[in-house]
């Protein structure tokens, strides 16, 4: 089993859509969780954090579930420039982050 | 703002040439790595490093050296370069390695092996 695994999509949604993404991870013991974006031929950039409680940044929310071992983000509203590839991102203590292979993410007009 | 820059950013090269990478940072972080992506493979750990003069195997290390000997430069060589390492390579770097601690990527370099 890969330690981070995504749905690779694509979702294509029209713009003002709520989608949602999951990510499960195998590491029983990983501590902090993140969502990252990678728009196309560009490098990953940190989206936001995954808190315990969940949280929120705009029209961006991501939760927790660590008795099954995933996590989520919502993107609500949807805008055209929402359109990127999102990556699950996990880390289990002092080693390096794991990420998935992403989620491809098509907003259409 | 410079953060993580990587040189060169487009790099061709024949089967069995031998290149590096560099990776240099302005951010006094503590921890560097480089990663390489493939369609439908997502990052991959290369190597990593949690300070000067460290280094430590990744994921898919085969084929690839690295050396930090300045705190702020990673440097990734292929000694004899195959067409299976054609891929992108971002080297990466953190202030920490635990918690909730961000990654900060460099623009990436696109290697193609012949």
């Known amino acids: 089993r890969k330690e981070v695994e995504q749905d690779p999509g694509p979702f294509n949604v029209p713009e003002g859509a709520t989608v949602a993404f999951n990510c499960t991870y195998s590491?029983?013991?990983?501590?902090?969780f993140f969502w990252y974006r990678q728009d196309c031929r560009k490098e990953p950039k940190l989206l936001m954090s995954v808190y315990s409680s969940g949280n929120e940044d705009g029209r961006f929310t991501a939760q927790l579930n660590r008795a099954s071992q995933y996590i989520s983000l919502l993107i609500r509203d949807s805008k055209l420039s929402d359109s990127a590839t999102y990556l699950c991102v996990v880390n289990s203590g002092n080693t390096p982050l794991v990420f998935g292979k992403g989620t491809r993410l098509s907003v259409i007009a | 703002n410079a953060g993580v820059t990587q040189t060169p950013k487009f790099r061709v090269l024949k089967t069995g040439q031998s290149m590096t990478l560099l990776c240099a940072q302005d951010m006094n972080h503590e921890y560097m790595y480089w990663y390489r992506q493939d369609p439908g493979m997502g990052l991959r750990l290369i190597h990593y490093s949690v300070g000067e003069g460290t280094t430590a195997k990744g994921e898919v290390p085969d084929g690839y050296n690295v050396s930090r000997l300045k705190k702020q430069n990673f440097l990734l060589g292929l000694e004899s370069a195959a067409p299976s390492q054609t891929s992108v390579y971002f080297c990466?770097?953190?202030?920490?390695?635990?918690?909730?601690?961000?990654?900060?990527f460099g623009q990436g370099t696109r290697l193609t092996v012949v």
């Open positions: 590491n029983s013991a990983s501590q902090s």
């Open positions: 990466a770097s953190s202030y920490r390695q635990s918690g909730l601690t961000e990654a900060f």
